[in-house]
């Protein structure tokens, strides 16, 4: 009996941090995941029984009709449409024009590397202020542009120095070898250190997608009348506006008719919005997860 005692606290001791460590996880996974799964299932639920409230985890009575009521509310499906051209477009060009401007600080023959250097983490500081920030794209001539999404945070100097990081870490002598096999500068750059960068530039993908997809305020200032140009966040935030300050939907500005407007309550909307602006960067993220991973870890050690 004391052999078994002691095996069963020897047993005990060994596994007290699995033990705690799995309910401290098991917390913080109930936690994460009950705001979305409350969400998803307010956006499922019957909307005039969503009134009644009580529903937590699993919709009362299933319904569609909220998210076919969404194709109803003007310039959402262009919002949409823009906000998945300014996630890719903005992404891809984003993450190529930070990956230049790293490339470059990279390069231990560059003289001006340690000055160009400390110059962009100032930016991060330090910025020229709302007022200025809206003469300049005035002036520029972004203003009602498709482009005032993409030109403005192109370069992010966050972006840059978490891939210079990465790219300090390649061995220099894989770029010598190639310019004496006669290779340039991009050639280099592009089939070279772009390809072992990968894991970096995924990493910095997600967080500009997730930026561009969720951005809203630009809209709001550079091209809030015009229609053609708006967001599917935007087009969000007007209708949280709308509720949070009449408690109801502004029918006769947000939808092409007002015969339907009572068949759903304002809470059923904006959690079926909130779940259609939500889905696409979960459904990306598994695709980039490992990349994600080993982006920020490789990052982090080599910085």
Not at 185 to 196: E, Q, S, V
Not at 200 to 225: E, P, R
Request: charged residues 15%; glycine residues 6%.
């Amino acid at each position: 009996m004391a052999t078994r005692s002691r095996s069963n606290k020897s047993f005990f001791q060994d596994h007290l941090f699995d033990i705690v460590n799995i309910i401290f996880l098991t917390i913080v996974m109930i936690v994460t995941l009950y705001p979305f799964l409350n969400v998803l299932a307010i956006s499922l639920n019957e909307s005039t029984d969503t009134v009644r409230g009580g529903i937590y985890l699993w919709p009362r009575e299933w319904t569609f009709d909220n998210y076919m009521e969404i194709a109803k509310y003007d310039n959402l499906v262009t919002g949409f449409i823009n906000s998945v051209l300014r996630t890719v477009i903005g992404t891809v060009l984003g993450v190529f024009a930070s990956a230049m401007v790293a490339y470059t600080l990279s390069r231990s023959d560059f003289q001006g590397r340690k000055f160009v250097s400390t110059f962009i983490v100032l930016t991060m500081y330090f910025t020229g202020g709302l007022i200025p920030g809206y003469m300049l794209i005035r002036d520029l001539g972004l203003m009602n542009s498709f482009w005032v999404y993409i030109l403005p945070g192109l370069v992010n100097a966050f972006n840059i120095i978490i891939i210079r990081s990465f790219m300090d870490g390649l061995p220099f002598s894989l770029q010598e070898s190639a310019k004496m096999d006669g290779a340039n500068d991009f050639t280099i750059f592009y089939r070279i250190i772009l390809p072992l960068c990968k894991p970096v530039l995924a990493t910095i993908a997600l967080f500009v997608a997730v930026g561009q997809w969720n951005n809203w305020f630009d809209n709001y200032l550079y091209n809030s009348m015009n229609d053609k140009l708006t967001t599917l966040q935007y087009e969000l935030m007007k209708i949280l506006d709308n509720t949070s300050v009449s408690g109801s939907v502004d029918a006769n500005q947000m939808r092409p008719n007002d015969q339907t407007a009572t068949q759903v309550s304002p809470e059923s909307i904006k959690m079926a919005i909130t779940m259609v602006t939500v889905v696409p960067i979960i459904v990306v993220y598994p695709f980039v997860q490992k990349y994600f991973i080993q982006g920020m870890t490789l990052g982090a050690v080599k910085s």
